[in-house]
């Protein structure tokens, strides 16, 4: 391969330091790391935190304010995916990779996880009779959340588990949850 060619494929490689502070390239494969049930639910409940943080305050800003059914759960997915993203993010770039490359990973890592989770979270909590329009006073409405989330978190687990056994999904971040 000549000068120019090895150049522009580099250019295209997400250079990761790894824990040691050692830097290689990474052609756009993730490791394929050992998908084990415990991995998938660690996984799934980390991608689950930022989802119910977007999710609980989209929710109640929502409710609050008296959106209707629709924009409230629009408002919930949105900030879902900015909080799943951002935390996933947040431990990225304590890895000392730029943020352009964090937004990426992030993006690979979990839009498939968040995008499952809040169609079958909100579909929950619209399946509730009166669930939405209960208030945020009224135990309905925090117990169909409360049981939204960990109907997401289990019907979730093993498409993450399914997802990080090819090196997809999860995996796509796992090599920095060790690098500090």
């Not at 951002?86 to 996880?113: F, P, Q, Y």
Request: glycine letters at 10%.
């Amino acid at each position: 391969m000549d000068l120019h060619n090895h150049q522009q494929h580099d250019s295209a490689a997400v250079h990761v330091v790894g824990p040691a502070g050692d830097a290689h390239a990474h052609h756009g494969q993730a490791e394929k790391p050992t998908a084990t049930w415990a991995m998938a639910a660690a996984a799934t409940l980390h991608c689950l935190t930022g989802c119910a943080i977007g999710e609980v305050l989209g929710m109640v800003i929502g409710t609050g304010i008296g959106l209707h059914n629709g924009a409230t759960v629009v408002l919930s997915i949105a900030l879902a995916f900015v909080f799943g993203y951002g935390l996933t993010m947040r431990g990225v770039l304590r890895a000392g990779v730029d943020v352009r490359t964090a937004l990426k990973v992030a993006l690979a890592a979990d839009t498939i996880s968040i995008a499952v989770m809040e169609l079958l979270d909100n579909a929950f909590m619209l399946a509730v009779p009166g669930a939405m329009d209960a208030g945020l006073t009224s135990r309905l409405f925090w117990t169909a959340l409360a049981a939204s989330l960990l109907v997401a978190f289990l019907l979730t687990t093993p498409i993450n588990r399914w997802l990080i056994s090819r090196g997809k999904g999860h995996a796509v971040v796992h090599q920095y949850h060790h690098a500090h």
